[in-house]
């Protein structure tokens, strides 16, 4: 990848530990940013090979890494990703798993190897909005945490003139989100489920999960996008099963509850007073497509 890689003048990129991470945080933001011209770049840590399987005729343990890799790729077309790079590492599973300990997971790499690859990508895309996992990793997937954390020393060395010249020229973002979800949406889903007799499900990989409410500093209106982000989500179906709790309540009310898109700004200190309705909003010469106020040549 050559330095200033993407012409683009508008450029997000999103590291992100498994596939479908991307799918229900950021899916409708990736795809509202290729109407309005805004490259997105996403980086995907792992190919999620300690995933589960919704179907057995879908894949089983020995190729399941292959089956997801490909369920991205159909994703982040149907979303609207302009380019998709795997860091290569396998999916480290959940804390206290047999899988934690392989020679490859994710987890276990070094930051000294990851943090130069992450800036090299920052460096080369320069992207204005960067957006990865909080510090949790949303419910402490050990995969979601490695890659906050490789993320936040790469954007730091990413602008530090003295750190690794030949990975790049220095490149300081100007924004990091992380995705955040209002603990109302999945009250909403929950009250949804009992109202239809289905027992309700615990949240996450390895199930037991605390939500943690966060501070929402973007909402983002994704209807216009919805079916993409529903299609993009769609896409990873040995993770999207019928008995998924996100199948079981009609696609009405599930798309309803894809109307918006949240996000907590982790960088920098200075926070919007009202939450911008735009990750874009107000950086110096935003002048996206479609918003017909400034253009610049
Ligand atoms: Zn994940």
Redesign the pocket.
Known sequence: MSDEAVSSKYRMLVF???P??EAFSCGGVMALNRQRGVHTTLVCATK?EAGEISSPELADASNLGLVREQELRDAAQQMGVDDLYFLGYRDSGMAGTVENQHPNAYANASASAVVPRLVRFIRSIRPQVIITFDPTG?YG?P??IAIHQHTIAAIRAAADSAYAPQLGKPWQAQRLFYPAFPTEMFDALVQQLIAQGIEPPSWG?GGEIEMTAQPIHARIDIRAVRSAKWAGLNAHRTQFGDNHPFRQVTEEFMLELLNDEWFELAWPEEKPAEPYDDLFAGLVGAGLAGDNTTHEG
């Open positions: 992100f530990a498994h479908d991470d999620g949303g997937h995969d979601h990989e």
